[in-house]
C-alpha cells in the first residue's frame, strides 16, 4: 500500500490549511502594522498603503535637500490645512503638525498639563546626554532638582559678570582672526562658520570651565595666520580664498564630534537605534572618553577648591563652579553626600556647553548674511549702535563689554529679534499630548507627538483661516496679546517690524510685536535665551563697529539650509572692508 503524500512531515491537506492560516495570519498582522490616521486630520492618502507610510518620502526629501522641517511644513500647504499628521516611524503614532502660532502659543503656554516635553526629543539626546534635563518630564523631581542647578546661570549677575566679558574677548578674538583673513584674501570671499563656531565654543568653554582664555581655539588660529605670508589666490576675486584651518584642541574636538552625531539622530525614523550605532564605533567611544575625563578632571578641581568651605565663602569663578555650590547646598538640606562626581553632573555640565555655543553660532552666521544681502538694514545698525555708544565714538575705541550689555539700542535688539526670526535656528517646537486631548477640534490621543513650526504660514506666509470656535476658551481669551506681521512682507528680512511707537514718541524695541517660535515658550520654553542674547549682542555690536560686510557673490550666497542639532546655512561666505 502506498504512503500518503506528505509534505514537511504533513498532509497533504494539513499543509494546505497551515499555509492558508499563516497567510491569512500575515495578512492580518500587514494590515494592522499598515498606518493608522487619526479621524479628521488631513494626511496622504498613499501612505496608509505602506508599513513606511510618509517615511520614503521624507528619507527623499531630506537626502536631496538636507532639510527636513520644510519638507514638514510643505504637507500644510499641500492640504491647505494648518493641522496634518505624517507617518514617518515605522509601527508608531503620526507625528502631528501644526502650522498656527495662536495654538502654539496656547498649548505651550496655557495647557501645559495637556502636552510635556516631546519624546522626539528624548529618542535623539538619550544616547548623547542619558541624565540631562531635556529628556525629562516637567513633573519629574529629577527635573526640578536638576533646573535648580542651574537657577543661577541666567541672572543678570552672573550675565554680566561672568559671561559677557568671556564672550566679548572671545568675539574681539573672531575679530582678529578675520584681519588676518582679509589680509590673506586679498578681497576674496572666504567661509566664516568655522570662525563664529569656534569664537562661541571658546566663550562658552571658558565661561563654563573658568580655563585660561589666552589659550582660545581663535588664538591659536590667529598665530597660525600670522605665519602666513602668500596663499595662492584664484584670480577671479569673486572666486572663494581657502584659508587653512588650525586644530582644534583634543577635549574641543571631541565635544565637537559627539555633537555633529545627532544631525545623523535628528533625520533618522529610527534615531534610538541609529545613535546606538553610532556609540560602537572606535570614534565615538574615544570622543566620549576625551569628554568625559576632561569634564572630571575639572569637576575634580572645583571640588578640592570648595573643599573645607562654606557656601557663603565659595569662590564661583564659571558656570561649573555655580552648579556645583547649588549642589553643595542641595546635600547640605538633604543630608546627603553630593553628586559632583555623577552622570548626571556631566551631563548638565556637557548639554550646557552644547546648547550655549551650538545655537547662538548658528544663528549668527545667518546673520551675517542676512545683513550683507541688506545693506541699507547694515547701515542703519552701526548708525544706531555709533550713536548708542557715544562715549566710545568720541573716544575712538570699542564698547566695553558692561556697556554693550546695558545700553538700549531698539534697533539693535529688532535687528537681533528678527535674524532669529529668520534663520529658524530651531524651526519645530515639539510636545507630546499626556493626556487624550484636541487642537484645532480635532482629537489628538495621548502619547502623540506635536510639531508646532515656526517656519510656515502664520509666521511666513497668512494664517489659514480657522474658526474661533475650533480653540480653547484660553486661546480666545489671548487673541490679541501677541500682534500679528504684515502678509505683504512676512517673508522678508525687516527689523522695523519690531518697532512700534512709544508713549514717550519715537520707536521702541516690542517683543510682543509678533509671532516668534525659535525658542519655544513656557516652562520648558529654551533655558538659555538670555545668554543667547547678550552673547549676540556682543557679538553684532563688535562686528559692525568693525567691518563692513560686503554682498558676496550669488554662487556663495545661497539660503538652502541643513537640518542638524540647529537649523544651519549650507553657505556662509563674508568680504569685509574694514569700517573707518
Same mark, same amino acid.
Given at each position: &500500500?502506498?504512503?500518503?503524500?506528505?509534505?514537511?512531515?504533513?498532509?497533504?491537506?494539513?499543509?494546505? /490549511?497551515?499555509?492558508?492560516? /499563516?497567510?491569512?495570519?500575515?495578512?492580518?498582522?500587514?494590515?494592522?502594522?499598515?498606518?493608522?490616521?487619526?479621524?479628521?486630520?488631513?494626511?496622504?492618502?498613499?501612505?496608509?498603503?505602506?508599513?513606511?507610510?510618509?517615511?520614503?518620502? &521624507?528619507? #527623499?526629501?531630506?537626502?536631496?535637500?538636507?532639510?527636513?522641517?520644510? =519638507?514638514?511644513?510643505?504637507?500644510?500647504?499641500?492640504?491647505?490645512?494648518?493641522?496634518?499628521?505624517?507617518?514617518? +516611524?515605522?509601527?508608531?503614532?503620526?507625528?502631528?503638525?501644526?502650522?498656527?502660532?495662536?495654538?502654539?502659543?496656547?498649548? /505651550?503656554?496655557?495647557?501645559?498639563?495637556?502636552?510635556?516635553?516631546?519624546?522626539?526629543?528624548?529618542?535623539?539626546?538619550?544616547?548623547?546626554?542619558?541624565? !540631562?534635563?531635556?529628556?525629562?518630564?516637567?513633573?519629574?523631581?529629577?527635573?526640578?532638582? !536638576?533646573?535648580?542647578?542651574?537657577?543661577?546661570?541666567?541672572?543678570? @549677575?552672573?550675565?554680566?559678570?561672568?559671561?559677557?566679558?568671556?564672550? $566679548?574677548?572671545?568675539?574681539?578674538?573672531?575679530?582678529?582672526?578675520?584681519?588676518?583673513?582679509?589680509?590673506?584674501?586679498?578681497? !576674496?570671499?572666504?567661509?566664516?562658520?568655522?570662525?563664529?563656531?569656534?569664537? @562661541?565654543?571658546?566663550?562658552?568653554?571658558?565661561?563654563?570651565?573658568?580655563?585660561?582664555?589666552?589659550?582660545?581655539?581663535?588664538?591659536?588660529?590667529?598665530?597660525?595666520?600670522?605665519?602666513?605670508?602668500?596663499?595662492?589666490?584664484?584670480?577671479?576675486?569673486?572666486?572663494? %580664498? #581657502?584659508?587653512?584651518?588650525?586644530?582644534?584642541?583634543?577635549?574641543?574636538?571631541?565635544?565637537?564630534?559627539?555633537?555633529?552625531?545627532?544631525?545623523?539622530?535628528?533625520?533618522?525614523?529610527?534615531?534610538?537605534?541609529?545613535? =546606538?550605532?553610532?556609540?560602537?564605533?572606535?570614534?565615538?567611544? #574615544?570622543?566620549?572618553?576625551?569628554?568625559?575625563?576632561?569634564?572630571?578632571?575639572?569637576?575634580?578641581?572645583?571640588?578640592? +577648591?570648595?573643599?573645607?568651605?562654606?557656601?557663603?565663602?565659595?569662590?564661583?569663578?564659571?558656570?561649573?563652579?555655580?552648579? &556645583?555650590?547649588?549642589?553643595?547646598?542641595?546635600?547640605?538640606?538633604?543630608?546627603?553626600?553630593? &553628586?559632583?562626581?555623577?552622570?548626571?553632573?556631566?551631563?548638565?555640565?556637557?548639554?550646557?556647553?552644547?546648547?550655549?555655543?551650538?545655537?547662538?553660532?548658528?544663528?549668527?552666521?545667518?546673520?551675517?548674511?542676512?545683513?550683507?544681502?541688506?545693506?541699507?538694514?547694515?547701515?542703519?545698525?552701526?548708525?544706531?549702535?555709533? @550713536?548708542?555708544? %557715544?562715549?566710545?565714538?568720541?573716544?575712538?575705541?570699542?564698547?566695553?563689554?558692561?556697556?554693550?550689555?546695558?545700553?538700549?539700542?531698539? $534697533?539693535?535688539?529688532?535687528?537681533?529679534?528678527?535674524?532669529?526670526?529668520?534663520?529658524?535656528?530651531?524651526?519645530?517646537?515639539?510636545?507630546?499630548?499626556?493626556?487624550?486631548?484636541?487642537?484645532?477640534?480635532?482629537?489628538?490621543?495621548?502619547?502623540?507627538?506635536?510639531?508646532?513650526?515656526?517656519?510656515?504660514?502664520?509666521?511666513?506666509?497668512?494664517?489659514?483661516?480657522?474658526?474661533?470656535?475650533?480653540?480653547?476658551?484660553?486661546?480666545?481669551?489671548?487673541?490679541?496679546?501677541?500682534?500679528?506681521?504684515?502678509?505683504?512682507?512676512?517673508?522678508?528680512?525687516?527689523?522695523?517690524?519690531?518697532?512700534?511707537?512709544?508713549?514717550?514718541?519715537?520707536?521702541?524695541?516690542?517683543?510682543?510685536?509678533?509671532?516668534?517660535?525659535?525658542?519655544?515658550?513656557?516652562?520648558?520654553?529654551?533655558?538659555?535665551?538670555?545668554?543667547?542674547?547678550?552673547?549676540?549682542?556682543?557679538?553684532?555690536?563688535?562686528?559692525? =563697529?568693525?567691518?563692513?560686510?560686503?554682498?558676496?557673490?550669488?554662487?556663495?550666497?545661497?539660503?538652502?539650509?541643513?537640518?542638524?542639532?540647529?537649523?544651519?546655512?549650507?553657505?556662509?561666505?563674508?568680504?569685509?572692508?574694514?569700517?573707518?
Amino acid at each position: &500500500m502506498a504512503e500518503p503524500f506528505t509534505i514537511f512531515g504533513f498532509g497533504l491537506s494539513t499543509f494546505f /490549511l497551515l499555509a492558508g492560516g /499563516l497567510t491569512v495570519s500575515f495578512y492580518i498582522a500587514y494590515r494592522k502594522a499598515l498606518p493608522t490616521p487619526l479621524p479628521g486630520i488631513p494626511y496622504n492618502k498613499e501612505a496608509t498603503s505602506s508599513i513606511l507610510g510618509d517615511m520614503v518620502s &521624507m528619507v #527623499k526629501h531630506v537626502g536631496a535637500t538636507k532639510e527636513l522641517m520644510v =519638507w514638514m511644513t510643505s504637507h500644510n500647504i499641500k492640504h491647505q490645512s494648518p493641522i496634518v499628521q505624517l507617518f514617518t +516611524r515605522p509601527f508608531s503614532r503620526p507625528w502631528v503638525v501644526v502650522t498656527d502660532f495662536r495654538e502654539a502659543q496656547d498649548v /505651550l503656554l496655557r495647557r501645559t498639563k495637556e502636552f510635556d516635553r516631546s519624546n522626539f526629543f528624548g529618542d535623539i539626546f538619550l544616547g548623547l546626554i542619558p541624565k !540631562h534635563h531635556i529628556s525629562m518630564k516637567t513633573p519629574e523631581e529629577q527635573f526640578k532638582k !536638576h533646573r535648580r542647578w542651574l537657577q543661577d546661570l541666567m541672572t543678570p @549677575a552672573f550675565l554680566q559678570k561672568i559671561a559677557a566679558p568671556q564672550i $566679548y574677548t572671545s568675539c574681539l578674538d573672531m575679530l582678529d582672526v578675520w584681519e588676518e583673513k582679509s589680509r590673506i584674501a586679498q578681497g !576674496h570671499p572666504f567661509e566664516a562658520p568655522n570662525d563664529v563656531y569656534r569664537a @562661541a565654543l571658546d566663550a562658552v568653554w571658558f565661561l563654563v570651565f573658568g580655563a585660561d582664555i589666552s589659550n582660545s581655539t581663535t588664538k591659536a588660529t590667529l598665530r597660525g595666520l600670522s605665519s602666513i605670508q602668500n596663499l595662492e589666490l584664484p584670480i577671479n576675486t569673486d572666486t572663494e %580664498a #581657502k584659508i587653512p584651518e588650525a586644530p582644534l584642541p583634543e577635549s574641543m574636538a571631541a565635544v565637537v564630534h559627539l555633537t555633529e552625531t545627532l544631525e545623523t539622530s535628528v533625520k533618522s525614523p529610527i534615531p534610538v537605534l541609529v545613535h =546606538w550605532v553610532i556609540r560602537q564605533l572606535p570614534s565615538y567611544r #574615544k570622543a566620549t572618553a576625551i569628554k568625559d575625563n576632561f569634564i572630571r578632571d575639572e569637576v575634580e578641581k572645583t571640588r578640592i +577648591r570648595f573643599e573645607g568651605r562654606s557656601e557663603k565663602d565659595l569662590d564661583v569663578r564659571c558656570a561649573m563652579d555655580d552648579i &556645583m555650590r547649588r549642589e553643595l547646598s542641595a546635600c547640605e538640606k538633604e543630608g546627603r553626600a553630593p &553628586m559632583f562626581h555623577s552622570r548626571a553632573m556631566y551631563d548638565e555640565i556637557f548639554g550646557f556647553v552644547i546648547a550655549a555655543h551650538d545655537t547662538t553660532a548658528t544663528t549668527l552666521t545667518w546673520g551675517l548674511k542676512f545683513l550683507a544681502d541688506n545693506p541699507d538694514v547694515q547701515n542703519k545698525l552701526r548708525a544706531e549702535i555709533f @550713536a548708542g555708544h %557715544a562715549a566710545a565714538v568720541s573716544e575712538n575705541r570699542k564698547p566695553t563689554a558692561a556697556e554693550i550689555a546695558k545700553t538700549n539700542i531698539p $534697533y539693535l535688539d529688532a535687528a537681533q529679534e528678527e535674524i532669529i526670526r529668520c534663520s529658524l535656528t530651531e524651526a519645530a517646537v515639539v510636545r507630546t499630548s499626556t493626556v487624550d486631548t484636541e487642537l484645532l477640534g480635532k482629537r489628538i490621543p495621548k502619547g502623540t507627538d506635536v510639531f508646532f513650526m515656526g517656519n510656515g504660514p502664520s509666521i511666513f506666509s497668512p494664517a489659514f483661516q480657522i474658526d474661533d470656535s475650533l480653540r480653547s476658551q484660553s486661546a480666545l481669551t489671548a487673541k490679541d496679546r501677541i500682534g500679528t506681521w504684515d502678509t505683504s512682507d512676512m517673508a522678508h528680512f525687516n527689523p522695523e517690524r519690531w518697532l512700534v511707537e512709544s508713549e514717550k514718541g519715537g520707536k521702541e524695541f516690542s517683543a510682543a510685536a509678533g509671532p516668534l517660535l525659535t525658542f519655544g515658550m513656557g516652562p520648558r520654553g529654551c533655558y538659555g535665551r538670555r545668554l543667547a542674547y547678550i552673547e549676540m549682542k556682543i557679538f553684532l555690536t563688535l562686528i559692525m =563697529w568693525t567691518f563692513e560686510l560686503e554682498k558676496c557673490p550669488l554662487n556663495l550666497s545661497g539660503y538652502s539650509a541643513v537640518d542638524k542639532l540647529t537649523h544651519a546655512p549650507q553657505q556662509c561666505f563674508v568680504r569685509l572692508k574694514k569700517v573707518v
